[in-house]
C-alpha cells in the first residue's frame, strides 16, 4: 500500500461518524424538510438512516423517491407499525450493527435542525460526564420555544415539567433531566453502555425514560445557541377529539412504567399511588365531562386499561388506534 493511501486510511479512522435516525410514519411531506435540513448541516452526516413505520403505498412510493440515488440514505422498510418507540429501537440498533457511530443524532420526522444545530452541539463534545446534547427547540407552527420537552423531573418521576419558564433566564449551557427525541446527540460509547431506547413503550414517554436512564450517570446539557424546528400540536380542541383517546392510554401506561422502574421502596408506592389518583381523576373527568357523549365510556376504558397494564409492567402495541372505532 503507498504511502498516500495509508495516510488517507488513518485519516478516515481519526473522522467521528455521524448517523442521523428519523422515525416516519405517512408523513413523506414533512420527511423531505427534515431530510433537507440533515443534508444542509455544516457538519457532514455520515448516515441518515430512515425508520419507516409501515406507511400507507402513496408516502412509501414518495419516500423512496425522495431517496432514490442517494447513497447517504439507508431506508428501513417495517412490515408493521412499531410506533416511535420501536422505530427508534429498531434504527439505533441497525446503525450500531452496521456502522458502530461515535455519535446518533436522532429525531422526528417533523423536525428540522437549522444549519449550524449540529457543529454546535459538537462544539460542546468536551463537556463533563456528557450522557447527550440536547438542542433548543423551535416551534415552526405557533413561532414560540418548545420549552416543555426540555424536563425537570419531579415527584418520584410522577410529573415531566418544563425546566425554564423562558430562554431569557437561560445560560449558553444548561444541565437537565430528561429530553425529548428532537435533535439529541447521543455519543456512541453512552448508547453501548445505555442500551436503546424501549421500544416496547410503543409511543409516549420512551424519550423520557431513555435520557432519564442516561442522566442516572451522566449528565444531560441543552446547548442554547443549538436550535432545532420543529412542527406544533394543535391548540384546539378539534386534535383532542375521542379518535385520539388511545395516546391517553400509552401516556398512562408508560408514565407508571416509568415511575416503577426509577423508584425503590416506599419512593414507587407513593409513586404508584399518585399515578392512580391521576387515573381517578380521569376517570371521574370522563363522567362529568360535557361533550363526551357515548364515548365517555371508551375514554373511561382506556384510562383503567392504561394504568392495569402499568401496573402488571404489560408493554407494546396493546391498543390499536385504527381497531378502537
Given at each position: 500500500?503507498?504511502?498516500?493511501?495509508?495516510?488517507?486510511?488513518?485519516?478516515?479512522?481519526?473522522?467521528?461518524t455521524?448517523?442521523?435516525?428519523?422515525?416516519?410514519?405517512?408523513?413523506?411531506?414533512?420527511?423531505?424538510?427534515?431530510?433537507?435540513?440533515?443534508?444542509?448541516?455544516?457538519?457532514?452526516?455520515?448516515?441518515?438512516?430512515?425508520?419507516?413505520?409501515?406507511?400507507?403505498?402513496?408516502?412509501?412510493?414518495?419516500?423512496?423517491?425522495?431517496?432514490?440515488?442517494?447513497a447517504?440514505?439507508?431506508?428501513?422498510?417495517?412490515?408493521?407499525?412499531?410506533g416511535?418507540?420501536?422505530?427508534?429501537?429498531?434504527?439505533?440498533?441497525?446503525?450500531?450493527?452496521?456502522?458502530?457511530?461515535?455519535?446518533?443524532?436522532?429525531?422526528?420526522?417533523?423536525?428540522?435542525?437549522?444549519?449550524?444545530?449540529?457543529?454546535?452541539?459538537?462544539?460542546?463534545?468536551?463537556l463533563?460526564?456528557?450522557?447527550?446534547?440536547?438542542?433548543?427547540?423551535?416551534?415552526?407552527?405557533?413561532?414560540?420555544?418548545?420549552?416543555?420537552?426540555?424536563?425537570?423531573?419531579?415527584?418520584?418521576?410522577?410529573?415531566?415539567?418544563?425546566?425554564?419558564?423562558?430562554?431569557?433566564?437561560?445560560?449558553?449551557?444548561e444541565?437537565?433531566?430528561?429530553?425529548?427525541?428532537?435533535?439529541?446527540?447521543?455519543?456512541?460509547?453512552?448508547?453501548?453502555?445505555?442500551?436503546?431506547?424501549?421500544?416496547?413503550?410503543?409511543?409516549?414517554?420512551?424519550?423520557?425514560?431513555?435520557?432519564?436512564?442516561?442522566?442516572?450517570?451522566?449528565?444531560?446539557?441543552?446547548?442554547k445557541?443549538?436550535?432545532?424546528?420543529?412542527?406544533?400540536?394543535?391548540?384546539?380542541?378539534?386534535?383532542?377529539?375521542?379518535e385520539?383517546?388511545?395516546?391517553?392510554?400509552?401516556?398512562?401506561?408508560?408514565?407508571?412504567?416509568?415511575?416503577?422502574?426509577y423508584?425503590?421502596?416506599?419512593?414507587?408506592?407513593?409513586?404508584?399511588?399518585?399515578?392512580?389518583?391521576?387515573?381517578?381523576?380521569?376517570?371521574?373527568?370522563?363522567?362529568?365531562?360535557?361533550?363526551?357523549?357515548?364515548?365517555?365510556?371508551?375514554?373511561?376504558?382506556?384510562?383503567?386499561?392504561?394504568?392495569?397494564?402499568?401496573?402488571?409492567?404489560?408493554?407494546?402495541?396493546?391498543?390499536?388506534?385504527?381497531?378502537?372505532?
Amino acid at each position: 500500500m503507498e504511502h498516500r493511501e495509508v495516510m488517507e486510511e488513518l485519516k478516515q479512522s481519526r473522522e467521528e461518524t455521524i448517523i442521523a435516525v428519523t422515525v416516519t410514519y405517512n408523513r413523506a411531506h414533512t420527511l423531505r424538510k427534515t431530510l433537507s435540513a440533515l443534508e444542509g448541516q455544516t457538519v457532514q452526516i455520515n448516515k441518515i438512516i430512515i425508520v419507516d413505520n409501515h406507511s400507507n403505498e402513496e408516502n412509501r412510493r414518495e419516500i423512496a423517491a425522495l431517496t432514490e440515488g442517494k447513497a447517504n440514505i439507508d431506508v428501513l422498510w417495517m412490515e408493521e407499525n412499531l410506533g416511535g418507540a420501536g422505530g427508534f429501537e429498531y434504527g439505533m440498533r441497525y446503525g450500531q450493527e452496521k456502522y458502530d457511530p461515535q455519535w446518533y443524532w436522532i429525531m422526528d420526522d417533523d423536525a428540522y435542525p437549522r444549519n449550524d444545530c449540529l457543529e454546535k452541539l459538537l462544539h460542546h463534545k468536551g463537556l463533563d460526564h456528557l450522557g447527550c446534547l440536547a438542542p433548543l427547540i423551535w416551534g415552526a407552527d405557533w413561532r414560540e420555544y418548545q420549552l416543555y420537552h426540555h424536563k425537570s423531573i419531579r415527584r418520584f418521576h410522577t410529573i415531566d415539567q418544563a425546566k425554564f419558564s423562558s430562554v431569557e433566564e437561560m445560560r449558553s449551557v444548561e444541565e437537565i433531566d430528561a429530553d425529548a427525541f428532537v435533535g439529541t446527540l447521543f455519543p456512541g460509547d453512552i448508547v453501548k453502555q445505555a442500551g436503546f431506547p424501549d421500544g416496547g413503550m410503543f409511543i409516549y414517554g420512551d424519550d423520557t425514560e431513555y435520557t432519564t436512564r442516561i442522566r442516572q450517570k451522566y449528565k444531560i446539557y441543552l446547548i442554547k445557541d443549538a436550535v432545532i424546528e420543529h412542527n406544533d400540536p394543535p391548540r384546539t380542541s378539534a386534535g383532542f377529539g375521542p379518535e385520539t383517546y388511545w395516546k391517553l392510554y400509552y401516556t398512562i401506561r408508560n408514565k407508571l412504567l416509568i415511575a416503577k422502574k426509577y423508584n425503590r421502596g416506599w419512593r414507587k408506592i407513593a409513586a404508584v399511588w399518585l399515578l392512580m389518583g391521576q387515573s381517578i381523576w380521569q376517570v371521574g373527568y370522563s363522567l362529568v365531562r360535557k361533550g363526551l357523549g357515548r364515548h365517555r365510556f371508551l375514554r373511561m376504558r382506556l384510562v383503567v386499561k392504561g394504568t392495569w397494564d402499568g401496573l402488571t409492567g404489560k408493554k407494546g402495541k396493546t391498543v390499536e388506534p385504527k381497531k378502537l372505532f
